[in-house]
């Protein structure tokens, strides 16, 4: 089975400072991984995702995350807070069986950005 | 423009009256899926298809069911809605077809009150 782990439920960071957001996953095979964005009332939208290749990965506005197979974790970074960053983040796993494979997601970590 | 649409947005209801949340997507994808989102638990699975009259049970499938007759569409029942499934509730899809990566796409949320 997969599972997601995202330190810090709440992260508050001033803007301008970086973000950085946790996410290790447990997986007996090589995942695809994801981060996904929640703005307030508002479904989830794909920040970025790891397949296969580059290992550093960039997204939407501003963000990349890293996989780090050894230690099993993907990590969502960006290196100066905006205040439109403030959102909800999750991290999610899913095999690289394109079927039958789920998604299992974190926790979710509620980024604030302080003026 | 590719999207994914649930009906209603907001519904207030009371124990025991059965309702349905209505999800479409126009796609073309084989997977769908259903989510609810609670405060601190993440987002977890109610049910997923992979494809037309193919339906399983995700992590929390007690208390709903669902249909595929129509591969567009993917709606949740709760025939006898209890308080303990007040919720936000999001339906998701993706494509299976080929090598793609079939990152989900997300509604724009249910949020469900059951008095």
């Known amino acids: 089975a997969q599972s997601v782990t995202q330190l810090g439920s709440h992260v508050s960071v001033s803007e301008g400072a970086l973000v950085l957001l946790r996410c290790n996953y447990s997986?007996?095979?090589?995942?695809?991984l994801f981060w996904y964005v929640q703005y307030p009332n508002q479904g989830l939208q794909l920040l970025l995702k790891y397949t296969t290749g580059a290992t550093l990965v960039k997204g939407i506005n501003g963000f990349e995350a890293e996989f780090k197979k050894s230690e099993t974790s993907f990590h969502l970074t960006k290196p100066s807070a905006h205040m439109s960053d403030a959102a909800e983040y999750f991290c999610?796993?899913?095999?690289?069986?394109?079927?039958?494979?789920?998604?299992?997601f974190g926790t979710g970590t509620s980024l604030t950005v302080i003026p | 423009e590719a999207q994914v649409t649930q009906n209603p947005r907001y519904l207030i209801t009371v124990t025991g009256k059965k309702l349905t949340v209505t999800c479409s997507q126009n796609?073309?994808?084989?997977?769908m899926s259903w989510y609810r989102q609670d405060p601190g638990l993440g987002l977890r699975q109610i049910y997923y298809?992979?494809?037309?009259?193919?339906?399983d049970k995700g992590d929390v499938p007690e208390g709903y069911k669902v249909s595929r007759k129509e591969k567009r569409n993917f709606p949740l029942i709760l025939e006898s809605p209890s308080p303990n499934q007040t919720s936000l509730y999001f339906c998701a899809s993706r494509g299976l077809a080929g090598t793609g990566t079939g990152e989900l796409f997300f509604g724009e949320g249910s949020r469900l009150t059951v008095l």
């Open positions: 999610a796993v899913r095999g690289a069986t394109n079927t039958g494979n789920q998604f299992y």
């Open positions: 298809s992979m494809n037309v009259e193919v339906t």
């Open positions: 997986s007996s095979v090589p995942p695809y």
């Open positions: 796609m073309n994808h084989e997977y």
